[in-house]
């Protein structure tokens, strides 16, 4: 676009020059009209010659003392024929769109002197015509230069941004493989230093009984239950290194509060102190997140329930009460979600009530060990 926009730079300058000296030549042509051998040599030149130096300048030559030198080189032609003054108006061209605006007004008062005070207010006009067209042209080309810049800015900026993107990619992709590495070494260095001893001392253990198991009997039930002790040690330690692999679910007050904002059946009521949940052990949150869920799920299937109400109570127990308005039942069966709850509980040692008398009611309550209550205690 930047090629195009200079050709039509330049030939939009090209015009205007060439309607000058069209009426440059007009006046010689009126002047030396029915007398074509008074036209001399000399003037013959100056108009070539003039003709050539337009061409150059347009063509190959480019600056301001060019300008310059042109304009003095036309002022004396205008001197010796007063017809080359019309070529003012071609030096204010040159002025206005090299230099700044005002200075279009020197080439006309330089050619002021050379040429007949009748011919004023030709020249004055003419260089007031080219030298808008000039600046005209100059804005336009300013403006298509500026542009340019911008869309070379924004190339660059793009490439820039397209290169930052693939190092960091490639950083990133070193990253994830560096995290893998590092966790392949630390899981292989725990089933050495753990597992892989365990299962050594076992080993040994069940070799030593099968040599003593006819001499020695008594020793080698002995050693047969410490090969026992540490075989199940080793699966503890593999049990334990496959859920420290495995993701973590949602175990804040955050995670219930969600829930209750997700529930489409009708509003929940929820009653919840963050602070005091969060300071409840992970397991006892997991069980209680997990109860809300499927108390939630269920009602959304069976209770057509317009009213939930949910308070979660977090001390020395961990007390959670649902309750809604739906459809009851007289006769509870518990299917794989009520199991479910009653399971996690009992696996910490709490108890869980269902009603269905008055809508649908739930009730579990999960004591919380007297350690983990003297720890909390102590972080306080």
């Known amino acids: 676009m930047g090629v ?7 030939i939009a300058g090209s015009l205007v020059k060439a309607s000058i000296w069209i009426a440059v030549v007009a006046s010689l042509a009126q002047r030396f009209a029915g007398d074509a051998e008074a036209v ?3 003037i013959l030149a100056m108009a070539l010659g003039g003709i050539a130096v337009e061409i150059a300048g347009a063509r190959f030559i480019e600056g301001r003392w060019f300008a310059l030198a042109k304009t003095a080189l036309f002022a004396g032609f205008a001197a010796a024929a007063p017809e080359f003054g019309l070529l003012a108006a071609s030096a204010a061209y040159d002025f206005a769109y090299r230099w700044p605006v005002p200075s279009a007004a020197v080439p006309p008062l330089l050619f002021a002197f050379v040429v007949p005070p009748a011919s004023w207010v030709v020249l004055g006009l003419s260089s007031a015509l080219a030298a ?42 070193e990253l994830v493989s560096a995290t893998e ?23 040994m253990q069940l070799q030593a009984v099968e040599r003593l198991v006819e001499s020695q009997p008594d020793r080698a039930r002995t050693m047969l239950r410490n090969g026992i002790e540490a075989l199940q040690a080793a699966a503890d330690s593999v049990r334990e290194t496959v859920y420290d692999l495995r993701p973590r679910p949602e175990s804040g007050a955050h995670a219930i509060r969600r829930l209750a904002a997700e529930c489409r059946v009708c509003p929940v009521e ?28 269920n009602a959304a299937r069976h209770s057509r329930a317009s009213r939930i109400t949910i308070r979660i109570e977090a001390g020395r127990s961990l007390r959670l009460v649902y309750r809604d308005d739906g459809v009851g039942t007289s ?5 794989i979600g009520l199991h479910g709850i009653r399971t996690r509980a009992e696996a910490l040692g709490g108890t869980v009530g269902v009603s269905g008398h008055d809508g649908f009611v739930v009730r579990c309550v999960i004591p919380v060990r007297e350690e983990h209550e003297r720890d909390t205690s102590r972080n306080c």
């Open 331 to 335: 006769v509870v069966r518990e299917g």
């Open 40 to 42: 001399t040599a000399p």
């Open 270 to 297: 929820l009653s919840l102190d963050d602070e005091a949940f969060a300071a409840l052990p992970e397991s006892h949150r997991e069980a209680c997140i997990a109860a809300v869920r499927e108390l939630l799920t």
């Open 4 to 10: 195009e926009y200079r050709g039509r730079s330049t």
């Open 181 to 203: 590495r590092a966790e392949r070494t630390r899981i292989a260095q725990e089933m050495h230093d753990g597992v892989g001893h365990r299962l050594t001392g076992a080993l």
């Open 132 to 173: 808008a067209a000039g600046w005209v042209n100059e804005r336009h080309e300013a403006g298509e230069t500026r542009h340019r810049s911008a869309i070379d800015r924004e190339r660059t900026a793009r490439y820039r941004l397209e290169q930052a993107q693939r190092r960091i990619e490639r950083m990133s992709g």
